[in-house]
């Protein structure tokens, strides 16, 4: 076998370069793929990378699948295997992003019946570095692309198809000299960023819209949930929030497996707080940091440690 970097698909590891799909591939056409966004996070001390809950990514997975109709001939534990065989394999000694996609495979661009189209599970695992940078607040514009409600798409898991709006609201922000969006539900009330979970803090307490809100069931929020009531003492609540409170707000930052946890300066040219870092932010920061590099022993069991190479 040629030298690497290595993929999986069609139930084997293959040379990147060879892992490939035809023209006609139907997701290619109708975005009918479940994916997911998984960090590896590279500790030289250790002399390991540490995945930050494979378990509960693969899980969300299988949901994903379950929606658009795909049955695959693995469990979470074969992806988790697959996983840490190909990350080995790989040998990289640097934070990395790994992203499996479970997508309909068949060359059909005329059939609209899930349940008629054969699928394939595909892996890859590329070194990734920052996604935005985590040292500084960033600043934010409320896009103009709505969050999809529910009913017109499922949002709690990450389908291909849905990120066409994710996709437009960054474009459009970025354009317009932002660093990212916010989008707002179809009634105006916040939902997420466009990769992201939001979180706002006033007066003490944190807010976050609740699971209704059609964000996505993200794992790194529900990371930062359970550490912020179990380590910083203080209650998280789930509801409703409108675009004006969190010009208001003491504090607003994003979550997800790429951003980690990004302090929000400013939201539509209005600063938020001091428009720097918050002090309860940073807090939240300097512990998850401590937690996905493997470094917080009370939090190891979210991580899976790989060696490069297997040894």
């Known amino acids: 076998m040629a030298s690497g970097p290595y993929a999986f698909l069609g139930g084997e590891v293959v040379p990147l370069a060879e892992a490939k799909v035809g023209i006609m591939t139907h997701a290619l056409h109708y975005g009918t793929a479940a994916f997911e966004g998984i960090r590896g996070n590279w500790n030289e001390a250790h002399g390991k990378t540490y995945i930050f809950r494979l378990r509960e990514h693969y899980e969300r997975l299988v949901r994903g699948c379950k929606i658009l109709m795909m049955e695959l001939p693995y469990s979470v534990d074969d ?93 459009e922000a970025v354009r317009a000299g932002f660093d990212e969006a916010v989008l707002l539900n179809m009634d105006g009330t916040v939902s997420e960023g466009s990769g992201e979970n939001l979180f706002m803090i006033e007066d003490g307490r944190i807010s976050t819209p609740a699971e ?30 409108h675009r004006s409170e969190l010009y208001l707000a003491d504090e607003v930052f994003l979550t997800g497996t790429a951003a980690h946890v990004t302090s929000m300066g400013e939201l539509d040219s ?33 991580c899976t440690g790989v060696t490069p190479g297997g040894g």
């Open 79 to 171: 992806y988790i295997r697959i996983t840490v065989e190909l990350l080995e394999k790989n040998g990289f000694r640097e934070d990395v992003y790994i992203r499996p996609l479970a997508f309909k495979s068949e060359q059909l661009i005329a059939n609209l019946k899930l349940h008629e189209i054969e699928s394939d599970f595909a892996l890859m695992i590329i070194p990734f570095g920052s996604y935005i940078d985590n040292d500084r607040a960033i600043r934010c514009q409320t896009s103009t692309w709505r969050r999809p409600d529910d009913t017109i798409m499922p949002t709690g898991v990450k389908l291909a198809g849905l990120y066409t709006t994710s996709i437009l609201a960054k474009t």
């Open 212 to 241: 209704t809100e059609n964000e996505l069931l993200g794992i790194t929020r529900d990371s930062v949930m359970k550490l912020v009531r179990e380590e910083l003492g203080m209650e998280v609540v789930e509801r409703k929030i």
């Open 270 to 302: 209005r600063p938020i707080g001091t428009g720097d870092v918050g002090v309860v932010t940073k807090k939240i920061q300097d512990l998850y940091f401590d937690v996905v590099t493997g470094n917080n022993e009370k939090y190891l069991d979210w």
